[in-house]
């Protein structure tokens, strides 16, 4: 197992008001360096953390797990569960739409729902259980279980990949084991398909339309308020291009700094390194134990021990 530390790094000056002075366009672009490149990006079909970001910002779900890691309504005004936990009544919060500005409907929950649960693990639970979805209006929907399942919510809001991103009932309706290729949403970023180019850049602008929750920010609940009229990925693998881009303001924020490079950027009078992610990631490294040398106990034993240490 690998424990990882999640690091930011932005330009303090860049986020500063004299740097946004040089040009309003300038101060409302965030220019920022992800993890990797944007392999796809249809967050139910793959599981990559990259491409799950990339949902978070283009899509919004029903639920969003707050800093205790309690689920809390997100596209959600609130939810009911009978008596006997076999049926959850959920209601949308009025005003939500989509980046092609039609409304969110119970339909479009139900079918996102219903592509999502064929890919994701805890998807696949909810298909197990499930008894039956129906739209009871345009702004009320049914979930019907065969047998109680506490963990629902939790399932629907968690932030690890797949997120059961919501899409129009037209996408949503795609096979789960093709891609899609319309990315509307209803977060509070539309992509730009028409200026992405796999290795180089992805670009998101604000979405005017959006609906953010009147509360307080909370880990990936509450309010989502947007401070950018457009985000840029610009992808930059190799950690020495990505560190002199972050030193010459040519990016406001490195999202996976090699360790390396820690001691030169944190001498650097302009550049903030700080860690986001106080619950840190979890690496698994799995072998094959069908083929050499894994195959051997001897063998996977040996690194066991290697791992544990004296």
């Known amino acids: 197992m690998i424990d990882r530390r999640s690091l930011m790094l932005a330009g303090a000056g860049a986020l500063a008001a004299p740097r946004f002075a040089t040009g309003q366009t300038a101060a409302r672009t965030l220019r920022f360096i992800p993890q990797s490149n944007l392999s796809s990006m249809d967050p139910v079909w793959s599981t990559a953390v990259i491409v799950r970001n990339h949902g978070l910002m283009v899509y919004d779900t029903l639920f969003g797990l707050g800093a205790d890691f309690r689920a809390k309504h997100q596209m959600l005004a609130g939810h ?19 980046h092609d500005n039609e409304p969110v409907r119970a339909k479009d929950c139900i079918a996102s729902i219903m592509r999502w649960s064929k890919r994701d693990v805890l998807g696949q639970r909810l298909g197990v259980l499930l008894n039956e979805m129906r ?21 629907l809001g968690k932030p690890s990949a797949s997120i059961c991103a919501i899409m129009p009932e037209r996408i949503a309706e795609t096979d789960a084991f093709q891609q899609i290729r319309d990315f509307t949403g209803s977060g509070p970023f539309r992509f730009r398909q028409d200026l992405f180019r796999s290795g180089d850049i992805a670009v998101y602008d604000r979405f005017e339309g ?25 992808i930059m693998p190799d950690p020495s291009t990505a560190s002199a881009a972050l030193q010459n303001n040519e990016a406001d924020w490195w999202e996976q700094p090699h360790a390396d490079l820690l001691p030169l950027l944190r001498r650097h009078r302009e550049i903030v390194v700080d860690r986001i992610n106080s619950a840190g990631n979890l690496g698994v490294l799995r072998f094959n134990f069908l083929h ?19």
């Not at 008596?83 to 989509?98: H, S, Y």
């Not at 739209?135 to 109680?148: C, H, T, V």
């Not at 050499?292 to 004296?310: E, H, K, S």
């Open 210 to 234: 959006y609906q953010t929750r009147q509360e307080a920010s909370d880990f990936m609940a509450g309010g989502k308020p947007v401070h950018f009229d457009r985000v840029e990925w610009r």
């Open 80 to 98: 009911e569960i009978s008596a006997d936990g076999l049926t959850w009544t959920m209601t949308l919060r009025p005003g939500l739409r989509f």
């Open 292 to 310: 050499p040398p894994f195959d051997n106990v001897a063998v996977r034993r040996a690194l066991l021990l290697l791992a544990l240490g004296p």
């Open 135 to 155: 739209a009871l209006d345009d702004n009320r929907f049914e979930i019907r279980l065969k047998q109680p399942w506490a963990g629902l919510a939790w399932a």
